[in-house]
């Protein structure tokens, strides 16, 4: 693969960015985030059945500054991941390939997502604090 | 019978037989469907998910194990992890296909995570049996 010289295709620094570029990498980057979290939902239920101080453990470690970033991330990740999930499949099905919707198919991710995100770490907040 | 020995094709090989094992190995559309069926399946399982642990943002210890212990709880979670295990595996193996040039290290990844995600469904699963079953 490497060895050919042949001219390369344009890529992505050759394009002016346009919404549907961002959706289509974050839904990748975001994939294999939620892949890195499964590990997380894996230690919270090892720890759990491991017992109280391991359980406990674990909370410390999730409601530390550091792992609440994390899950911020992994909740933005998750309901990001979702979103244009559902929207891929929607285009799986042969709609919303109108450049009008698929533009602004790509906004309702991105925007969904975030407003998900805030109602639910809203609720964590509001609901005294996490961990 | 005097055919020169350069007059003969250098391939006796059927092109065929050649071609055969180079083209698609037919498991392109498995693997695309059950990325979707496992997506389909994610979006209620996911959603329920987030609503479960919400549920249990303030639990204690005995708390916690015995909402994982209820039966449909622990159903749901086995049913979540392997499907997001699987789906995991069907993407990052996408990403591997389309980033990693090098074949050894191509073939190593997509067997480690393999490893990986069948690792972490029976860790997982066994965690929730253990919880559910009082062990």
Redesign the interface.
Known sequence: ??QTQRPLSPHLQIYKWQVQMVTSILH?AT??A??VG??M??WG??S??AG?DA??QFKVCTGSPLGMILMIGWTWA?FYH?CN??R??IQ?AGAGYAIAQFVRSSWLSIVISLVLTLL?WA??LT??G?? | MSTNAKDLPKDLQNPLKRARGLGSAQFGVGHWWTQ?VT??G??LL??W??VLV?GL??AD?AT??AT?AKPWNAVL?VAF?VT??WH?VL??QV?IEDYV?TRWKEIFLMVAIKFLAVL?VL??A???L??ALGA
């Open positions: 693969m490497a990748r994939g294999i939620l892949a499964t590990l939902v894996l239920l090892l759990l059945a109280e359980f406990n998750l979702l999930g559902i891929h499949l799986d639910v609720y964590v609901a005294g996490a961990a | 979707r997506a389909a994610l979006i996911g959603l998910f987030v919400l943002l303030h210890y916690a194990r994982v979670l992890i997001a295990f995991a993407g990052l990403v040039h972490g860790a997982g066994l965690a929730v253990r919880i």
